[in-house]
């Protein structure tokens, strides 16, 4: 009887009203609930990372965006490249390997975002030709002992002869989660005693090598673009910049504001086609059997003038994953030729004796570049060929 008369104090109708009123409130809730974690989450796109929307018409004219980075000093983030599905249409593509696959894939690819950038590298755009000799080097962020030994051996930078040296470390990303979270702050603290890495997020990988080149260009012609020369290379070579220097400073009438590009020429070869290969290339990614004459990628010399004109080249040619074969297709476009340096051994010396010590410093002392030598070594053969000291008569002579 009394329960009976509880559950009669709301009648049916003021049952149903009470349980709409409930729901309407809740459903009110969860929709302010999400309208505030969606202002949120735009806020703070656009406060941490300060990203720039374009509609869908600007973000495929790139000559906009770019226009629109020269205006803004802000950092700038590129809309994520999206993968070319059509690529797997491409004849014999399920027989190639996996990451011939995936660079066919992104192929089209040319923009990503910044994660460490040092705009101020050569004082700015316009002081840029107090620049001399810029170090350009490509290195793995996990390579953390091969930077430390450049920023002490032949990449400090410093005044030589009168003129400066300037050094960039060019690095993408490696793994994922966790681990790549680790290795970019590794980047970030080096970033922070040293200011001389720039980042991007994409992959670290061998065929993604002439990405890094193309979008170094890039960085080059809005930040450093008055730059004599630069030292294109890799961070497992024994460069003798301070040679380099004087090599550089005896061109008769070139200040950088003419063409040269010189180092170990490479000429008369074609793509590898054996998949074993690290530099194979199937001819879905390119089908003449020829390359144009380059240079070997351990490293070469350049001047600016020359590098701004592979740059601009480079925005009409499709991209080769073989970075230094790119250059070459550049040049080739550009209707220049890249030369030999004897001093540039990216094949390694040879040594005429088997009695004679490899790693004997007169063998280094008169070279622009030897490829390839570990940390320690370089380390040692950088201050034995600058001892003051050193007595070489003999081993000159048989080079
Ligand atoms: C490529 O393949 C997709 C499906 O995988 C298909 O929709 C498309 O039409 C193909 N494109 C060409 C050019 O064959
Ligand atoms: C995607 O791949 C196909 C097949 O190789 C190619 O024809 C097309 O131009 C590519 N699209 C882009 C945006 O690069
Ligand atoms: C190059 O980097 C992009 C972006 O990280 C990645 O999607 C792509 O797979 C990489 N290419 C190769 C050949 O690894
Ligand atoms: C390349 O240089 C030519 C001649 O200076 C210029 O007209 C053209 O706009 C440049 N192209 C790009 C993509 O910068």
Redesign the pocket.
């Known amino acids: 009887m009394y329960q009976y008369l509880w559950s009669y104090r709301y009648t049916q109708e003021e049952l149903k009203l009470v349980s709409r009123m409930r729901n309407f409130r809740a459903k009110t809730f969860l929709l302010a609930v999400a309208l505030g974690l969606l202002v949120l989450h735009l806020c703070k796109d656009f406060i941490d990372h300060k990203i720039i929307h374009f509609p869908k018409d600007v973000r495929e004219d790139h000559s906009q965006i770019r226009q629109h980075i020269a205006n803004n000093s802000y950092v700038f983030s590129w809309p994520r490249c999206q993968q070319?599905?059509?690529?797997?249409?491409?004849t014999g593509f399920n027989s190639l390997p996996g990451d011939i696959k995936d660079f066919?894939?992104y192929?089209?690819c040319r923009h990503f975002p910044m994660l460490l950038d040092i705009h101020d590298k050569c004082g700015g755009a316009d002081r840029s030709s107090e620049v001399f000799l810029l170090l350009v080097i490509k290195s793995s962020p996990v390579n953390y002992d091969r930077r430390e030994v450049l920023r002490k051996t032949w990449a400090k930078e410093r005044l030589y002869n009168g003129v400066w040296i300037r050094r960039i470390f060019l690095s993408g990303t490696m793994y994922t989660g966790f681990e790549k979270k680790r290795l970019n702050k590794l980047l970030e603290l080096e970033q922070r005693d040293y200011n001389d890495i720039i980042q991007w997020d994409f992959y670290e990988r061998f065929y993604n090598l002439t990405l890094k080149q193309i979008l170094f260009l890039e960085w080059m012609e809005r930040n450093c673009p008055n730059a004599r020369f630069l030292f294109n290379g890799d961070d497992d070579v024994f460069a003798n910049t301070n040679n380099m220097v004087e090599y550089l400073q005896g061109l008769k009438d070139n200040d950088g504001s003419k063409h040269l590009f010189t180092g170990h020429l490479i000429q008369n070869v074609g793509p590898i086609r054996s998949t074993g290969s690290k530099y194979f290339i199937p001819v879905?990614v390119q089908e003449s059997d020829s390359y144009p004459p380059y240079c070997g990628g351990g490293g070469f010399l350049l001047s600016a003038y020359t590098a701004l004109i592979i740059y601009n080249m480079s925005q009409s040619i499709t991209i080769l994953p073989i970075d230094d074969v790119y250059m070459g297709m550049c040049l080739a476009k550009a209707r220049l030729s890249p030369s030999s340096h004897m001093g540039v051994k990216t094949a390694g010396l040879s040594i005429p004796s088997k009695k004679l010590d490899v790693y004997d410093p007169c063998f280094y002392k008169e070279v622009l570049l030897v490829h390839r030598f570990m940390p320690a070594q370089l380390y040692l053969m950088w201050h034995s060929v600058n001892d003051p000291n050193l007595k070489c008569s003999l081993t000159k002579e048989i080079l």
């Open positions: 070319n599905i059509s690529a797997a249409n491409i066919l894939y192929r089209h879905q």
